[in-house]
Structures are given as C-alpha cells and as structure tokens.
C-alpha cells in the first residue's frame, strides 16, 4: 500500500487559548508536507476576518499551499469576491467555495441582500476570476436538505460544470460508503477528483451529535464499539483503529488523496497518518 497524499482542515482561532493550539496543531502536522491545508468560516461567516488572518500566517511563516473558505452567508456579492481578489493579491491560489452553515439560531440558508443565491453562483463568479483551483463540498451521505437521493450527486455535478476542479466530501465512517458515491457521480459523468473527507474521533459524543447534524450516518457497530472503548478507558486506541482501518480500506479501493479535519488538535491526526506510513520530512537544518 503505497502512502496518499494527505490534506488537513484548520479552523481560525476566536480567543488566545485557540490560537495556541491552532499554531500548535499547523507545527505538528506541517512536516508531513501535505498538498494543501485549508482554513474554513465559521458558521454565518462570522470569523472571516480571523479566517483571511490564519491564511495569511499560515502561508507566510510555514510555506503550506493554503486553500482559503469561502462562504455565501452574510455578504454581497461585491464584497465576497473582494474577499477573493484579496486573497489574490495575498498569493492564494486555492478556494474552498461553499454556501455556508446558517448563521446560528437560523434553521435555514437565507439569500442576502445582493449576494449569492448558492454554491454554484460562488463556484461561477470565482471560475470567471480565473485566479484560483476552486474546490467545493461533497455529501457521501445526503445532505440534510438534499431533496431525493440523486441530489447530491446532481448538485456537485452542477458545480463542477460552473468551473470547480474538484470536491472534499463531509466525513463518513464505512469505506462502501463513499465508494458508492463515487460510482454514482462517475455514472453521472463526473470526472473530477473527489477527496474523502476523514473525522478522526477525538470525542464521540461530540461527533456523533455533529454527525446528526450533518446527516453523516453512524453504524450501530461503531456506536457500540465506542461506548465499550469509552467504558474500558481505550476510546483513543479505538478511534486510531477505525480511522486507519477506513483509510485502508479507501486507499485499497483506489484512492490516493485523504483531507483530514483535525478540529485543531493533532496527535490523533498525526497516529493515523504515521500507520499510513507518511513520515515527517526530515531536513538538514533539524539534524546539523
């Protein structure tokens, strides 16, 4: 089994404590020299200025290919793709476009005033720029508001035909699972690469919360696993297992990219890759 490529999601920090850790979690992983990391919105776009500020640190101060978020919510259209040209300018040369998480407390995406109806407008607007790899969302399980069990499939395609060059999916927990979504987006003519996104479980009570949200659907054998490993005080060994097992099993099915969201914190991420036989580059410097 030959190593994969590997990318890793960051969040921007909103306190001093945050900030740390985001730094900490960018030292430890940036020596795997991964293809890409990406930076995201929190939801309603409300760390834009954060976001725009830890893609800029990152690219600077450690040399990683930075993809910045790029969001729908709470802007106009002038203003979003002011955001874009100043990512531009700032030497960014990758977007991750997606309508975005509701402000909190709204059920539901709402149009601003002026501003992007969907993620395919974004993909659009930011493909005429021709400044930017422009990457999207993709949803191995349906999407919460997917309406009909092709609406996943259907939407991607309708972004990458409005210029996107290839999709990160919401994280999963079964291998079958993303592989029958990428049979049925290649059936559908899709043939620009499709990136699993991998959720290492730091916490599963949290996760699986997050994955209700999400629509991510949970195995019954994976809840029972965890709540025995959570009783037995070997919840850490478990979720290295399973997320290195899932990685296998994709990369034994022919995949040869992982995109990890490492919630900002590390060490799990960093097990995982290593059972995955992905190494930190060792310079001359480290060893003089």
Same mark, same amino acid.
């Given at each position: 089994?030959?190593?994969?490529?590997?990318?890793?999601?960051?969040?921007?920090?909103?306190?001093?404590?945050?900030?740390?850790?985001?730094?900490?979690?960018?030292?430890?992983?940036?020596?795997?020299?991964?293809?890409?990391?990406?930076? %995201?919105?929190?939801?309603?776009?409300? %760390?834009?200025?954060?976001?725009?500020?830890?893609?800029?640190?990152? #690219?600077?101060?450690?040399?990683?290919?930075?993809?910045?978020?790029?969001?729908?919510?709470?802007?106009?259209?002038?203003?979003?793709?002011?955001?874009?040209?100043?990512?531009?300018?700032?030497?960014?040369?990758?977007?991750?476009?997606?309508?975005?998480?509701?402000?909190? @407390?709204?059920?539901?995406?709402?149009?601003?005033?002026? +501003?992007?109806?969907? #993620?395919?407008?974004?993909?659009?607007?930011?493909?005429?720029? @021709?400044?930017?790899?422009?990457?999207? +969302?993709?949803?191995?399980?349906?999407?919460?508001?997917?309406?009909?069990?092709?609406?996943?499939?259907?939407?991607?395609?309708?972004?990458?035909?409005?210029?996107? +060059?290839?999709?990160? %999916?919401?994280?999963?927990?079964?291998?079958?699972?993303?592989?029958?979504?990428?049979?049925?987006?290649?059936?559908?003519?899709?043939?620009?690469?499709?990136?699993?996104?991998?959720?290492?479980?730091?916490?599963?009570?949290?996760?699986?919360?997050?994955?209700?949200?999400?629509?991510? #659907?949970?195995?019954?054998?994976?809840?029972?696993?965890?709540?025995?490993?959570?009783?037995?005080?070997?919840?850490?060994?478990?979720?290295?297992?399973?997320?290195?097992?899932?990685?296998?099993?994709?990369?034994?099915? +022919?995949? #040869?990219?992982?995109?990890?969201?490492?919630?900002?914190?590390?060490?799990?991420?960093?097990?995982?890759?290593?059972?995955?036989?992905?190494?930190?580059?060792?310079?001359?410097?480290?060893?003089?």
């Amino acid at each position: 089994m030959s190593a994969p490529d590997i990318s890793f999601e960051f969040f921007p920090p909103k306190s001093l404590d945050a900030s740390f850790r985001l730094w900490e979690t960018v030292q430890s992983l940036a020596p795997l020299n991964p293809n890409f990391v990406s930076v %995201t919105y929190g939801a309603g776009g409300t %760390t834009r200025a954060l976001t725009h500020d830890a893609v800029a640190a990152i #690219s600077d101060h450690y040399g990683l290919n930075v993809a910045a978020h790029l969001t729908c919510i709470d802007a106009t259209r002038e203003e979003t793709l002011e955001i874009a040209r100043g990512y531009a300018e700032a030497g960014v040369t990758e977007i991750v476009a997606l309508r975005g998480d509701p402000p909190e @407390g709204s059920k539901a995406f709402h149009q601003s005033a002026g +501003g992007f109806a969907s #993620s395919v407008e974004l993909v659009e607007a930011l493909a005429d720029m @021709g400044k930017f790899h422009i990457r999207v +969302g993709a949803y191995p399980d349906p999407h919460p508001e997917a309406k009909g069990t092709d609406a996943d499939v259907t939407w991607l395609k309708r972004k990458i035909d409005a210029g996107a +060059g290839s999709a990160i %999916t919401q994280f999963f927990f079964e291998a079958e699972t993303f592989f029958r979504f990428r049979d049925a987006c290649e059936k559908a003519g899709i043939d620009a690469p499709i990136i699993p996104g991998i959720l290492p479980i730091e916490n599963w009570t949290s996760v699986r919360k997050f994955a209700s949200r999400c629509g991510a #659907s949970v195995p019954a054998w994976l809840n029972d696993a965890f709540e025995t490993a959570q009783r037995d005080g070997r919840e850490d060994l478990l979720a290295t297992a399973v997320a290195t097992e899932l990685c296998s099993d994709l990369i034994d099915g +022919g995949v #040869s990219d992982l995109h990890f969201y490492t919630l900002n914190r590390p060490d799990l991420t960093r097990k995982v890759c290593h059972a995955l036989g992905i190494a930190p580059e060792v310079s001359l410097r480290d060893v003089a």
